[in-house]
């Protein structure tokens, strides 16, 4: 007789096979009633033995209604971003310097999947986490999440991989997904997603994975990561990959001339379109990995690898209506609607005509046929009029004077291109994007809150303001949709546990106009206290570091709002933090000393080196003046910045002369004075235990 373990592997192990077959090799063998029947069984059984329970089981590709926190997990191998060209003579001349390296260089040309990168690591053959790539140095581990994709193998197939190793992929939405999705969004009134991209993105953040399954997410693979890997090239990797169940696309190509690349790119940049996934250009890398390792990387990315980006698409279409969005901050965003038309691989309706200045440029008009263009990461944007389609009675636009929303008059403020609706309180997407401002990591932290969550909770009266968060209770939440007590629960905790937020992140969860996170950590520093910043004049405001006229009058123009004063006085009842706690510094070593961060860099990210500045006794500044001491300088380096610093003879200094200052390394010698140079020739020589 067979036991229950037995039966509840048998079926794992049919429903990973027939997952693989239907969503891997577009092959199905069962029809999807018998595939949901199966997966019934299974769960039922697993919920009758829960030690039975598996986290790579096919059951959890149904996702939970429990709420995720994501860890941010360091990459055993930083995730490199990849240099784009934008036309084959760019192209060219990379492949010219790497046939100059290396001799007979052979080259693996993918299609460029248009979503978001993920690193997905394995031992023993099982999925262990995934990870997104975040800074490049370190992510957001959304394991339970992408448990939920059905082409990721939760367990490897085969015998021959290694142990331990990771793989890197794009997740992406299918267009079909999209429409599906933005569909849905739009009968329930809900704003709709931009692009596949972006809504892959948003869909990898979800806090809970239930949510994930729903959305149609996919992935493939084009990577593997690991040490003493046993593979000579990449070519050899994606086929072992394919092997062991991953999805890897099937649209590559070994080239060894620049003709061949060249006809790989002209063929899909015309067959792209016909893909039901949406792609943004080409990925050429070179396929011997030993060749790999004698090119080595910059800081930044590979020197192996480059990016070729398909040129943007434009289309003729009707501009039907002038719609108005409100965002966080009152800023009104003019919105084309127009006659629906394929725009690289989508059906873009809608178009961001930025501000009543730009429509005035284009001098725009309801009923006008315009040009729409869409690059890769851009949202649609009108860019021209056809004049000769013009009808002849058509009247030029009209920007609006009050808000959509509230019906508030409008303000434009001296120096905004924008205008604003002024009505903070009451209007409903001010409201809701204060709130969901507050909650951010870098604010109060409320991690069990998401967008979606507290849009349910203002839709049922729950809350109005921020205030509100701290009078809500768990029994309130737990019958609302998609939520439940141990996840009403643990919004509780965690807004419980807002209050140990220091005060200058408190500051700048109020969201009030221009101040920003360094801001607030200057006016804590310099005034100690909510009170203090509240009852402050002008003038006072204007000695604090960091904050000047436009600052300190928006800083007055909110504590003048008596309702934002209830606010804060609700806010200090809930035990929030209005004071500064003491500094405890490291050493008084940037005494005295202010310091510019500007790019990237290799040890630390920025902000752990501001962290460290003032932890040393320094001084974090936004923007280089004759007030800055040193401007720390990293890979690609914002140039406005340099250029300043040169003209003003602001010494510059790389990440391990200011780890020396603090004492954290060996002092070097003075940096190189021409610090692009610098960067640029900064070639670090990769080991066994990176992409090789």
């Known amino acids: 007789m067979i036991t229950p373990e037995q039966k509840i592997n048998e079926l794992r192990r049919e429903l990973n096979s027939h997952n693989y077959k239907y969503y891997v090799e577009n092959a199905p063998t069962i029809s999807d009633f018998e595939f949901d029947k199966m997966l019934r069984e299974l769960i039922e059984l697993e919920e009758l033995y829960p030690h039975l ?80 790539r975040g800074d490049g140095s370190r992510g957001d581990e959304v394991t339970e999440n992408v448990r939920t994709i059905r082409s990721v193998p939760l367990v490897l197939q085969g015998d021959d991989y290694p142990p331990f190793f990771e793989i890197r992929g794009e997740i992406f939405m299918p267009y079909s997904s999209f429409d599906r999705l933005n569909s849905e969004r739009e009968q329930q009134g809900e704003t709709l997603f931009a692009n596949p991209r972006n809504a892959a993105a948003g869909t990898l953040k979800q806090q809970q994975s239930q949510v994930v399954a729903r959305r149609g997410l996919d992935c493939t693979l084009y990577q593997v990561a690991g040490e003493k ?76 690898a480059v990016a070729y980006k398909f040129k943007a698409e434009q289309a003729l279409t009707r501009l039907l209506k002038v719609t108005y969005q409100v965002g966080r901050t009152g800023a009104i965003t003019p919105v084309a609607n127009l006659e629906p038309v394929l725009l690289a691989g989508t059906t873009v309706k809608r178009a961001t005509l930025h501000n009543a200045d730009q429509i005035a440029a284009l001098d725009l008009r309801e009923g006008d046929m315009v040009y729409v263009e869409k690059g890769g990461e851009i949202i649609p944007k009108i860019t021209g ?182 606010i804060i006085e609700r806010l200090r009842t809930a035990g929030l933090k209005f004071e500064a706690d003491a500094v405890k510094l490291s ?30 006794g320094g001084k974090n500044l936004a923007a280089v003046s004759a007030n800055t001491t040193y401007l720390l300088a990293g890979a690609k380096i914002g140039p406005a910045k340099l250029q300043k610093a040169q003209k003003l003879g602001i010494q510059i200094i790389s990440e391990q002369e200011f780890l020396a200052m603090i004492g954290d390394s060996a002092p070097i010698e003075s940096a190189v004075p021409d610090i692009e140079e610098k960067m640029e020739n900064k070639i670090t020589t990769p080991t066994q235990g990176t992409l090789f």
């Open 587 to 616: 050493s008084q070593a940037l005494e005295g000393i202010s310091i510019v961060i500007s790019g990237s860099f290799e040890q630390h990210s920025r902000d752990e080196l501001k962290a460290m500045i003032e932890a040393h």
């Open 229 to 304: 890997l046993p593979f000579d090239s990449h070519s050899e990797s994606l086929d072992a990959a394919r092997r062991w169940g991953f999805k890897v696309s099937s649209h590559t190509a070994l080239c060894h001339t620049t003709e061949e690349v060249l006809a790989f790119i002209n063929k899909w940049d015309t067959e792209r379109h016909s893909l039901p996934f949406p792609t943004d250009g080409i990925v050429i890398k070179v396929n011997s990995f030993a060749d790999r390792r004698k090119l080595g990387s910059t800081a930044k990315a590979p020197k192996w």
């Open 385 to 566: 009029v056809e004049l000769s389609e013009r009808n002849s009675d058509s009247q030029p636009l009209q920007y609006i004077t009050h808000c959509p929303e509230c019906g508030t008059a409008l303000v434009r403020y001296e120096g905004e291109a924008k205008h604003y609706c002024p009505n903070q309180s009451h209007c409903r997407p001010q409201q809701a994007g204060r709130i969901i401002h507050f909650i951010r990591r870098k604010a109060m932290n409320i991690e069990s809150l998401g967008e979606e969550t507290v849009e349910l909770l203002i839709e049922h009266s729950l809350i109005d303001n921020i205030a509100d968060l701290y009078d809500l209770r768990a029994e309130q939440l737990a019958p609302l949709p998609r939520l439940g007590e141990k996840s009403a629960r643990n919004i509780i905790q965690s807004i419980a546990s807002s209050c140990e937020v220091p005060f200058h992140r408190v500051l700048f969860a109020l969201g009030i106009r221009f101040v920003g996170e360094t801001t607030a950590k200057y006016l804590a520093s310099h005034f100690g206290s909510m009170d203090a910043v509240m009852n402050s004049s002008r003038e006072e405001l204007l000695e604090a570091e960091e904050v000047g006229e436009k600052i300190a009058d928006s800083i007055i123009d909110y504590f003048a709002d008596e309702q934002n004063r209830a």
């Open 53 to 132: 329970k598996d986290e790579n089981s096919p059951s959890m590709r149904v996702g939970s209604d429990l709420t995720n926190s994501f860890r941010t997990i360091e990459h055993r191998f930083p995730m490199l971003s990849l240099s784009n060209t934008y036309s084959s003579e760019e192209l060219g001349e990379w492949l010219d310097k790497v046939k100059q390296e290396v001799a007979n260089a052979e080259f693996v040309c993918e299609l460029k999947f248009d979503g978001t990168a993920i690193s997905l690591t394995y031992e023993n053959g099982r999925l262990l986490r995934a990870v997104t």
